[in-house]
């Protein structure tokens, strides 16, 4: 495996309909980050019934392309479907539940997902996030969704993931205090995932990546930049000011993670400007990855490569 996997978020429906979107895919990426297809609601739309269609083509490309998977993700509070959230489960139900999702999901990609999101976005500034999970199970639902992922693939590496964990302060604190817990209780947690969506509040923060990713390898914990996408519109200058402001970004943030020891992935949020959530977002076109909206490199691109590999050009120097 190379030492810092290239990722791209990838949804199933573009990879199915367009030859280029798999083209830039297979050509210029190493890792493969379902955005949509592995979410709770997608794999178990109706209680028991398990829909891996979509997962399964997406792991089958990957794997035909020398590609390796990362799967996104086990619990969020979010993309849940409605049988769960509206069926009045009790607390004991709600645990045989998630037992059940995330031991079935699992055990179906064993050999085949090399990391998991475990829990997704789990904290709201320092404190646990009141999403469903934390209200019918109580805090224990994180320690418990570990186990259970561990115990159906022993190999996997296990991920908490959240955003604004890029930056020094009380949100980072607390996921670690929680992370060097759940270690100290034997909970089989591998690292933290940092998504770093840029644009939304505070710049970059090249330098608060790197002491987090610090801190995290004191305490024997890895990291992953999971989901990182710069927006532009909001930057000063022309196109051509904002393309380099951009690359910068993702240059720097690349280096960190290069550079941390510990930070053995680096995934984009998509992969072209054509197909990305911020535009339903943001409610206007932005241009936040490495390949424009025709599938040419950027400026990013080109900055991201030289950053983790030293070069322009990306060798996978191993196929799953
Ligand atoms: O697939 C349906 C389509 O059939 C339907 O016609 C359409 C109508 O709205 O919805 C489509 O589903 C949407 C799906 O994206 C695929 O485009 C959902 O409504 C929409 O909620 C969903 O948004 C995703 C969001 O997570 C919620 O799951 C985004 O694509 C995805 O980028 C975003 O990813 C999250 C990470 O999982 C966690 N971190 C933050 C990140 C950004 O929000």
């Known amino acids: 495996m190379p030492s810092i996997l290239l990722g791209a978020a990838v ?48 792991v089958n490309f990957a794997h035909s392309n020398g590609m390796w998977v990362r799967g996104h993700n086990l619990v969020w509070g979010e993309h849940l479907p ?10 004991d139900q709600v645990i045989a539940i998630l037992k059940n999702h995330i031991e079935t999901v699992v055990r179906h990609y064993r050999g085949n997902v090399i990391s998991w999101d475990v829990v997704n976005e789990p904290f709201n500034g320092a404190h646990l996030r009141d999403t469903f999970w934390l209200r019918t199970i109580g805090p224990d639902y994180i320690a418990m969704a570990f186990t259970w992922a561990h115990e159906a693939d022993p190999n996997a590496k296990l991920y908490l993931n959240d955003f604004g964990d890029d930056e020094i302060g009380p949100k980072f604190n607390a996921i670690y205090a929680l992370a060097t817990s759940l270690r100290q209780q034997h909970v089989p947690i591998d690292g933290i995932g940092m998504e770093m969506h840029i644009g939304f509040g505070a710049p970059a923060n090249p330098h608060a990546v790197k002491v987090n990713m610090s801190r995290l390898k004191s305490a024997g914990l890895e990291v992953e930049v999971t989901e990182l996408d710069v927006q532009i519109h909001n930057l000063p200058g ?14 720097e943030i690349a280096t960190a993670c290069r550079n941390a020891g510990n930070c053995d992935a ?12 911020l535009t339903a977002i943001l409610g206007h076109p ?14 990013a691109y080109f900055a991201v490569k030289a950053a983790l590999y030293g070069s322009s050009t990306a060798t996978v120097t191993a196929t799953p």
């Open 266 to 277: 680096f995934i984009t949020w998509g992969l072209t400007d054509r197909h990305t959530w």
């Open 11 to 58: 949804d199933y429906n573009y990879l199915n309909s367009d030859s280029t979107y798999r083209e830039t895919l297979k050509s210029n990426f190493s890792l493969l980050v379902p955005e949509n297809d592995m979410k709770f609601a997608a794999l178990e739309p109706a209680q028991g019934a398990f829909d891996f269609a979509s997962g399964d083509a997406l």
């Open 82 to 91: 409605d049988w769960l959230t509206q069926g009045k489960f009790n607390h």
């Open 286 to 299: 932005d241009e936040p990855l490495l390949f424009d909206q025709n599938y040419h490199p950027k400026p």
């Open 238 to 251: 022309s196109l051509q000011d904002k393309l380099n402001e951009q690359a910068a970004i993702y240059g």
